[in-house]
């Protein structure tokens, strides 16, 4: 980990440090002012970021997922550099997998699946909680100036949520999509598929984000009215995203028989499942990780969905540590960074 | 369960008893002789069972999967009474799900998934263990000349190996499909797919079954060998056909990105699955049940499928109880009973 952690290393050929919240490898997380400026390569951008957002899976990161060290954060809006040759001052986000270009898998328009690729903040590449990061020119998308900055940092989760349109049966438009999980994950996709035109309810049990989604126009029910009233199987798709061990358990018993149950969740310990379950109701358990940027990028320029009521806090840079902590808190939604 | 172990009750209105196998609700199998004869319904059919087989499901319900109690059994061919005004002589088959008939499941023709099913020997119906059972005659298919009754009583199981091929996408026929496990499940999963024209490799550590695949002309090789080469997942299709807990894992680790896990296996106890793996590798896990019998029967009188050499043993229904401690033993194929 020289090139991500090496504080006292020297400032870089820029001339400039920045600052950066890291973890260690022992799980440690530190605010640094002293991390060497980012070196783009001829095909990166530098970019400054302006805000970026607490997911559930830096929090699992810090736990010990991934067995990641390094700058943390991938989800950001920033600015393009003024050096940079091409794309000087333009606000982006970024597709933050970024495969080897040369396999099959990146041949084949693939890279998110790259056995080599890294991962903005969370696989063998320094992340964006920090003043500056590099990122490939290729990664990145334009954000029009109709998206403010607290709008465009959730660009990379809106892309994850929409993901989850590309497993659904184009023949069935019109069946109706539960998202099992009102936290930041479960509301976020629960707006993001609304705002795209399907009919959603979100199943959780907090009052409040129930409300958040109500009035976002989704329907919303409390879990546990949703387990008392049901005396069958009835839902053609599920989607899985409590955060919480027992939510697949949940998902597979509200899954009607031959239905979708769509994973969202990543943790990072093994959950007992009930197989037969899967088996005698032949379900389909598909697991969604990230989405197109474009997609989520032109979605939130049509101004169709908003998740900046989901915004809890947002907290300066100097104050990572604290704000991860706060994200950490149970019933907070979505807190941001800024730079 | 009256209808079911009310053993010492009188004949029935046919004036015979019959013997059956068994499994009470302590967990305790007897084979009785003085079970009460079958009296078919107006639209149920009395089958003269002559060979049923015993498959791992059997075994699994004995350690008290599904929480069923009666006569066991669901793999049989036999003959239709006499006295029967349709179908009396014929040879046949049946489809092991008997669906209400009446509900939106049943109405689509998806008996299989209706949620009052009966299932045969498995959900609140006296299997085939027993000289005789009554069957609906709408789940009857008649067995060619051809087909003897060695391979017949392969019908359910082959029809539940094709089943398989509906999960796979059309576009990627040519695609080889992995089958991981060489126990009866597994290789009459592989036999099955290779007599329908697809690519398949069996992935067992039996020797003497996987010569007994590669004798079928399904390509054979040792897990040891297939985890100690492949350093990146790279089947495009695993059939978890294992029937032990640490298959699904296995199946995970071999799978490619995007890639689609069916599963066969059926178990009762909850099994610790890494979720990770699916969500971040985009998995599909789809459990597979039970085919298409018409299908099954057409591919066995074609003779391209001949499963009789997994036959392990043949016994005596008056042997039922040792043969299903036979076909419990390690490494022992399939254990037919002749009525």
């Given amino acids: 980990m020289p090139r991500l952690i090496a504080a006292s290393a020297p400032s870089n050929a820029y001339g400039r440090a920045v600052r950066a919240l890291i973890l260690n490898a022992a799980g440690e997380l530190a605010l640094v002012d002293d991390q060497p400026d980012p070196i783009p390569s001829a095909a990166e951008a530098l970019i400054h970021v302006k805000r970026a957002g607490i997911c559930d899976t830096d929090l ?60 903005l903040g969370i696989r063998s590449r320094p992340g964006c909680f920090a003043d500056r990061v590099a990122i490939p020119r290729r990664n990145l998308v334009r954000v029009p100036d109709s998206v403010d900055d607290d709008l465009a940092v959730f660009a990379e989760p809106v892309a994850a949520a929409l993901h989850v349109l590309d497993e659904l049966d184009p023949r069935a438009a019109g069946e109706r999509i539960d ?15 609304a705002a795209s035109g399907r009919q959603v309810r979100t199943i959780g049990h907090h009052r409040a984000k129930l409300e958040l989604a109500a009035a976002a126009g989704v329907a919303a029910t409390a879990l546990e009215h949703e387990l008392a009233a049901s005396d069958q199987r009835s839902s053609a798709v599920v989607v899985e995203a409590t955060g919480h061990p027992s939510g ?10 031959r239905g979708l149950v769509i994973l969202k969740t990543t943790s990072a310990a093994p959950i007992p499942v009930d197989l037969s379950a899967i088996v005698v109701n032949e379900l389909r358990v598909v697991g969604s990780r990230c989405g197109d940027m474009h997609r989520a990028v032109d979605l939130l320029a049509q101004q169709r969905l908003d998740p900046r009521p989901m915004i809890a806090a947002t907290m300066a840079l100097a104050q990572a540590p604290a704000a991860l902590e706060h994200a950490g808190q149970r019933g907070v939604l979505k807190v941001l960074l800024r730079m």
Same sequence: chains 1, 2.
């Fill in 60 to 119: 699992q990161l810090v736990r010990g997922y991934a067995g990641f060290a390094g700058v943390l954060g991938h989800e950001f809006v920033g600015v393009v550099d003024q050096a940079d040759p091409e794309l000087a001052g333009q606000r982006v986000v970024a597709d933050i997998n970024i495969g080897c270009g040369a396999c099959p898998r990146c041949s084949h328009g693939d890279g998110h699946h790259c056995p080599d690729r890294t991962t």
């Fill in 179 to 193: 998202v099992l999980g009102d936290g930041k994950l479960g509301l976020l996709i629960s707006l993001a598929l």
């Fill in 248 to 257: 697949l358990a949940r998902a597979l018993w509200l899954a009607r028989p």
